[in-house]
């Protein structure tokens, strides 16, 4: 198990430990060549170099993979650098994923269950079956557990979608008591899936990545596709419902511009999306608070992808 | 008290009655002047004239005002049209205004013992001064119960401000419990604050118009300056919470181009801008199913002003 | 067979005829219910009306479907009017759709047969078993057959979407020939299938229309799912190949803006996305052309959806 | 008084001289702490470091402040940087402001009489209060005569906004003997404040920055509450005559994307907005060519505000 | 010459009188070809039709072409219509273009001189040359006296185009005064001839329209073409300078999405740009107000282009 | 004749080169003076430094010629540099302008015996003499057969226009085989001149670089300008010809905000349009596979221009 973590590199210090390889270049300096290297794990990134076995190291990991490293800390323009003088894939056994990804603060066992809690409470017998098909489909809910919500905006963890995927039905939930003409089975099974299409856009190895799907396709129509195929086993689904659940999917992100290749033609799709924009906002500017209020610093970073700075207030 | 209603008018009856007059226009045929009219209720509106003593009755009301007619219905291009022999204005004894406008279904009494449950629930000093100042101010609620939430898309109906208000406030009491950064007391001041400035945008005479100051000045900076002024009048109110409570209100269009000055940038103001977004369309939406729907019609008409028809599905 | 059209309803004439009953809304006046009809073929439109019997014949069909009527023409406010006396459904043997829908000036075999040439000049063999399953499934290739390529503004005729699917395949022909890095086999097969969700986003009627599946999933995604579903039944097809087929059908909108969720990202995808585009602009300038240009008549009427008139030059 | 600037601070000098403090950090690299500073005067920028008696030196002064610093000029990494030993906070009367900060070349004093003298032209008597209010208060207008109409873009210097306010209004006094329906008074007047907010949104420390009211309400909303108040102190101003002056404010950016929240109603307002941008961009392209242009250099370098570059043409 | 105008035309009058024919249509309604006409002067449009030798009148003149009109006023659906019995297209000497045609309030005789006085204050000889040759070009300037500054929007009158020029050079010799970097005579020049593409852009036949070449070439190329031939002219004209001037003309409109196809890069396009805008909004506004505003009228009519209403406030 | 290109310098490498002079700037630190260059040729770019004669080598060349030098390679930071120690003006005897340029793969001469193929299949007789104008004007297709498509995105190599050219007329005669109603000798006219203004828009030096006119103009306008000049020489071409040819150059960008004054009107233009997209990005993605796709590597980098990565697929 990982002890080192990379936020704790000093300069002098030897080190054996685990890490994600995240990027792997051999170039050539005056005729020699060398590796250029990142490493890194759920602290944090260091660059890396191989001078010596360059063209054997080459070939023993890709990027994306957690490799067992052997080195010690040098600095390069001032800056930290591992010079590695070994470097093998890690086994299975030998690591554990949360070291190397930043995880939900929530218990994985208990999200899960309460993302059973809510399928149980589905009383249309179509969607109930289709949530049931889900939850027993364990190679897809193994993964559900894992899968983050984002690559780097929102619930970019592991959990995350689940975490998610539990606010936004909650919000759902607290609509469909408001709203009278809501067909609340439907928002709530909207709820549990409108992300699922995310198991397939992102990858986990080392760190969270797009996926050829991801990049492709889009979650949006991947998640259709998903619900399409489980509502091709339940013999009697209605037509009209299965229209209006996979309407939920394709037009959760609530306009064209936004990848969704139809807008919200009903209520609980406009519900749905604006419920999910409160989730995903909410995180994102909570996870900027956690990582950057300090005592007397009263506003964020620029914050490049919503154009603004943060107010944090006073202290 | 009125008895019959727009909707109910048919050729031939003589009608003795008050509506809304909505519009008076004095025009000449062939050298003959005439008033041309149109009267409504909150059933509809309907087409009147005026041939004899146009020039007298010209002077009787101004358009906005609650007439009482005396007159029977004909019809013009096969439309019935109400020819007026008699108009006067409405005393105010006569009349309820709940016969001209739309009205909120719920209580207006039971609505608003809730905003005062809510704003009872605050619990910071400064802010609870703010709103008991609010629900002292006797004149400024009593305008507040019957101020509609908009004037065609959403919540436009008397009581409809306050729906809307305590909806409002409603999901961001749910999202307080869930996002543990947020300032509760904050948060569900600004939720029942943040359109108050509809009070001086919106006229409630015999039917809902912006007034001069609604258009000029807009919502948004009506609210502003309504607070800010209240809060003048609190001695110790905290500059930064100030400032914070009112970045809530002016923000709270969630992006500049729907006419907010500055775009949400706390935690606070990015939840109350989707609470806001997702209780007006939800309503709007609702209130568009309500109706439109009938027996065997899946879609709605076209929404102009979303560009896109509503889907109600199989009966 | 139908011998009267629309165009040549004269005040006075008898009518014993068949026509698209495109609207039908019970409607009360003055005590008295009446039917009020909208009449269709493929040479335009007109009102109709039934009196007696109105209840009744309201059971006759619904809105959409293809009707024999007996009645006369009078005018109603100096516009003809079909004043019904008796309307039944149409059987299928009695009618020619032809007669109702504006149609493909090309003979319909022929552009089947030009479809099925392109398709054997695929040689790809996964990629030809693809559209050899399409070709192999007749009730499909009925649809496609007659299947319109739009609901108003380019290819909307019987037989357009089989016009518009080969023009564009035509135009990557021509560009796989000038550009060497294309996958040629890959481009043809995405020309082909492009638009086939269309056949489940049209219906053809009476008259064309959206299904309800076309403005709640979109022609993109059924086209998507559609594919998607053939390949599942081809066992050994490339995931690579999958991906970067569909990635053709879910970018050929070419911005997110059009209702694509995603941006062509490949080479092939951006040279199938403008030859699209190119035809589809095309077909709409000369149909205007076509159904605008008189003699001394220089340019189009305002083209609404483009924002422009359009030039025919001197004669 | 200040004698050397940084931009004549050369290797090898020692120093003791007073700057603006720009950043201040506290890093620590490889066990020990240092202080990260960036100290700056009306010529230009230099990076700076303490390594002894960082903690303390650390509490010495906060960003934005002006102090004393002894030391002496290093290279690092070939660029200049000052070796800090010494600093503490400057006293009030041992700098002059105008050191640090651009400054506009006109004098201030003969600024403000002129700002006085439009003033008195003013003959509406309401109008005229209002400005005499605000000429009264003296501490308003001695920011006034201080603050810099904006941070970077236009009229960024000591003096700016007088002379941006000045400018405005000899343009609209162009126009309202132009245009014979303009209300001059309300539009002179309405140039005098436009942007007048911004003594509310711009701290005027060390260098130019937003103040936390600037990012959270905006210089436009600022603008119309400080003029609020002026006219709640004067007992019979016209309630239309108010709403047309702070729609003025409100309105002067133009469009809703610029932050106003509401557009130009008025003949006043569209006029004013006019002559506000004309102004702010003949001062940024003035003040581009000024520090650009050198002999020979026919373009000014890639401006990114406007995505261009600004031609000077041939000397 | 005319007496009788459009907006005194009463039912039952004998009309003999000039009109503008502004449209013409042969069209046939049950069996039998008729005229359907509209006819307008300076004061307004009306219906016109004729029954009888409509194939006759139908060659009788076109539409834009001045006509004279036996007939009488009779009502079509309570709407005055024009009997036409006789029309022949009037001849030169019969009629005064400015009975047809809105015109400027100013003399245009003193509008040009105004034009040639600000021409004569140029002292760049190269630019004094070329608008010495605009002014020598009289067939140029007969059109320029007379044409109108657009088509409906602003200055759209005889001589408005003038007034426009004027306007906008009072302005730019404003800002030539203020900004001491603006090259004046380049910017005057620019102002004088920044619209003069717009005298083949328009035609001023019986009412203002586009010509062919407004549509499909723009006043804006049409602007530089003109010019450029008058500089291919001059032997010696610097090749900085016409590209400097060019590109006044060239960008004026100020954003590509308004027609332009450069952006301003140059000080004095940026001041042509807005002091353009200035007066046509000023103008357009002023228009709205002096068409609409009437006594107790606040508000005008919607204003389509501008997506808003104007305020006119109180009386 | 130049032998060794940027790509081979290796740290101590003495070099006596020819090399482009791309920037030039006199520095000066420390108190004294340097030269900072930039020099580059077809293989790539290197930074170059000048200590001593500084002054002098300053007027030896300016920043765009083409120089011969004397060095040696040393390191800076790491990165190769070249310092200088003599310098002079290359003359034309001595340097090959495709060593500098990318330059087509394509033979130039191939090239343009297919734009006169081309040419010589337009019947019409005056656009086939405004085509043999251009093709007469011998200096003009000097400038062509040299000119680039483009300065950094498509067909930015010698000769890159001629291939782009004939390429959307080759898609321009394939389209004009395919739609009946398109006048075939206007739309390949159109093809064959509709980019000829960037003749005037690139200067092609040692590098691809934007001239004063192509910036101040644009490529549309000047070959707007460049054609017209041509048909000016032709007695009697028909008006309505040249507007329709004038029109395909200023539409042919096909919107606004792309640069084109006109948006497309006629359908010549419209496919012309297209057909001129469809080359473009085909070739810029081509161009990107062609010099990023390496063995294993799936994605392009980043695209910052379409805001996207390009999909390579699995080997």
Same mark, same amino acid.
């Given at each position: 198990m990982k002890t080192l973590f990379v936020k704790d590199l000093k300069p002098g210090l030897e080190v054996t430990e685990f890490f994600v390889l995240r990027k792997k270049e051999l170039k050539e300096y005056d005729g020699r060549r060398f590796l250029k290297l990142e490493m890194g794990d759920r602290s944090g990134r260091i660059d890396a170099v191989v001078w010596d076995n360059s063209d054997q190291l080459h070939g023993a990991a890709e990027a994306g993979e957690i490799v067992k490293v052997k080195g010690w800390v040098t600095t390069y323009k001032e800056v930290p650098q591992l010079k590695v003088d070994k470097m093998r894939r890690a086994k299975? %056994? %030998? &690591?554990?994923l949360a070291d190397f990804l930043p995880a939900s603060e929530k218990n994985p066992k208990l999200l899960y269950d309460d993302f059973r809690s809510v399928a149980r409470t589905i009383e249309n017998r179509h969607l109930r079956r289709l949530v049931d098909l889900l939850t027993e489909d364990s190679s897809l809910m193994e993964r559900f557990r894992r899968?983050?919500?984002?690559?780097?905006?929102?619930?970019?963890?592991?959990?995350g979608l689940l975490e998610h995927t539990l606010a936004v039905a909650s919000i759902c939930q607290k609509a469909a008591e408001m709203y009278?003409? +809501?067909?609340r089975d439907l928002l709530i099974t909207g709820a549990l899936v409108h992300d699922i299409g995310k198991l397939n856009s992102y990858? +986990?190895?080392g760190f969270f990545d797009y996926t050829d799907e991801g990049r492709l396709l889009g979650h949006v129509v991947s998640g259709d596709e998903l619900i399409e195929q489980k509502i091709q086993? &339940?013999?009697?689904?209605?037509g009209d419902l299965a229209l209006k659940l996979k309407h939920l999917i394709l037009s959760h992100q609530g306009q064209l511009e936004l990848a969704s290749p139809v807008v919200p033609q009903t209520v609980e799709a406009i519900i749905l999306h604006y419920a999910d924009e409160l989730d995903a906002k909410a995180d994102a500017f909570s996870h900027i608070i956690k990582t950057q209020k300090t005592k007397g610093k009263k506003w964020s970073d620029w914050v490049r992808l919503i154009d603004r700075f943060i107010y944090f207030g006073e202290d």
């Open positions: 299975g %056994e %030998e &690591i554990n899968a983050p919500g984002g690559k780097l905006w929102h619930h970019a963890r592991l959990g009278d003409l +809501v067909d990858s +986990v190895g086993k &339940i013999t009697d689904f209605p």
